[in-house]
């Protein structure tokens, strides 16, 4: 009997809605290992006792769905210990890359009885705290036969990189051991894919109180120009759109600082109102709708915490062609000219005096600075949303390949499937016997 470890601070069970990309990428990972795993037994454990009800509430129709409930046991984080000594584990895996994995390591090294593989999966890579947390990977703990599941290739670029160059800091202060000696697999996000798509437009429109017509661009993510993206300059594209075509746009995303009604303010001044919708803070309930309403999804993300782009998945699941900033994940996400296009972008070449500033200056002001310093070819965008707007045949063909890459390559059920097949891989180089990590 072999069994799946998890382990997770659970903050999604706190936030129903889950409108940040990293719950909602969360619990559609336990959702799916719930539903798909092959694990003998998923053992998940819970930082407290009073986790168990919220954890059995909201994944109360993924337990019922269950092959086997029974090989579901939630447990306390201080029972661990004892079942790392007793149970041969498949994997233990930590829901994010700042969270447990070097801690996780430790706790193997010193009791399980047979070696198993830690793994852990990124999410935001841009803050300060990452970095720090990164320097616990670099010594000793970590075994070859862990590894970090990147979300995409520039966060397994970025990773490497930060590892070298920590690691070289570190010999460099004496430490002669200090690396990463684990390695860093490419393993996505994913979405169920029926959760979207199939959807009739009108019926979806009416359900949003929006009335049919006019051709529908959708820019669905947090709202907020620190952290995501710059949502003006599509405005400005927007408005020269609408000069020849009969056009609305939809904003929607959990809203930060009243952004979403100087959006709104903006699109009046220019000449836009009554044709920008705000859905802000809105009820998770009504996502698909959202994509539903829409003919084309436009995400012109500027900021490096953008490693991945769940939204996107989501609206290629509801088969709209996406118009995309040419940058970070989305690279892995958007075949340009096929499920839609990517937009060249643009950023500094050199960022040292922001890199200086970061350790000591809030979060959001660093990010804000960064991405006020990254620019989408605005000439480009407007030129390839011109061309979706006119050529609904286009439309149709792109969404359509977009639903079909969602299905073979991000839906849930294979992500788990190429999870499995990732753990059992490090399973089989582990040691035959536990392996103490060497001094340096």
């Avoid at 092959?38 to 994944?59: C, G, I, S, W």
């Avoid at 009108?202 to 949502?231: E, F, H, I, M, V």
């Avoid at 061309?387 to 977009?402: Q, S, T, V, W």
Wanted: net charge positive.
């Amino acid at each position: 009997m072999q069994a799946l470890g998890f382990v997770n601070a659970f903050d999604e069970l706190a936030d129903p809605d889950r409108r940040i990309g990293r719950k909602v990428a969360n619990y559609g990972l336990v959702s799916a290992l719930l539903e798909h795993s092959t694990a003998d037994e998923l053992h998940f454990y819970l930082p407290f006792q009073n986790a168990v009800k919220p954890f059995e509430k909201y994944y109360g129709p993924w337990l019922d769905k269950a092959p086997n409930p029974e090989r579901v046991r939630l447990l306390p984080a201080l029972k661990m210990p004892v079942a790392l000594t007793r149970v041969d584990y498949l994997a233990m895996h930590a829901a994010e890359l700042d969270k447990y994995f070097p801690e996780l390591c430790h706790l193997r090294n010193r009791w399980a009885g047979k070696p198993f593989p830690i793994t852990c999966t990124t999410h935001t890579l841009s803050y300060w705290s990452t970095q720090v947390r990164n320097l616990y990977k670099l010594l000793p703990g970590p075994m070859p036969f862990d590894a970090v599941f990147c979300t995409s290739r520039a966060a397994k670029t970025h990773l490497q990189a930060a590892f070298e160059a920590a690691g070289a800091g570190l010999r460099g202060l004496g430490l002669r051991g200090a690396g990463y000696a684990g390695r860093l697999e490419i393993v996505p996000l994913g979405v169920r894919s029926a959760d979207f798509g199939g959807r009739e437009q009108n019926q979806a429109l009416k359900r949003l109180n929006l009335k049919p017509g006019p051709l529908t661009l959708l820019c669905l993510g947090r709202l907020r120009p620190s952290d995501k993206y710059d949502l003006l300059p599509v405005l400005g594209v927007a408005q020269q759109l609408a000069q020849s075509f009969d056009l609305r746009v939809i904003l929607a995303g959990g809203e930060s600082k009243r952004y979403g009604q100087d959006l709104l303010k903006a699109a009046k001044e220019l000449g836009l109102g009554g044709k920008v919708h705000l859905f802000a803070d809105f009820d998770s309930q009504i996502k698909p709708d959202l994509y539903a309403a829409a003919d084309v999804f436009v995400s012109p993300a500027d900021n490096l915490q953008e490693t991945f782009g769940l939204t996107i998945l989501e609206a290629m699941a509801a088969g709209l062609p996406v118009v995309a900033s040419d940058f970070s994940g989305y690279r892995d996400l958007v075949v340009d000219g096929e499920t839609g296009f990517l937009i060249p972008t643009l950023g500094p070449a050199d960022t040292g005096l922001i890199d200086a500033g970061w350790p000591i200056l809030a979060e959001f002001t660093c990010a804000l600075q960064m991405s006020q310093r990254t620019a989408i070819d605005l000439v480009s965008l407007r030129a390839r949303l011109e061309a979706l707007l006119a050529n609904p045949d286009l439309r149709g063909e792109m969404g359509r390949a977009g639903q079909k890459r969602v299905r073979e390559r991000f839906d849930w059920a294979g992500v788990v499937r190429l999870m499995e097949k990732k753990w059992r891989e490090l399973k089989a180089s582990a040691p035959p016997q536990t392996m103490e990590p060497k001094p340096f």
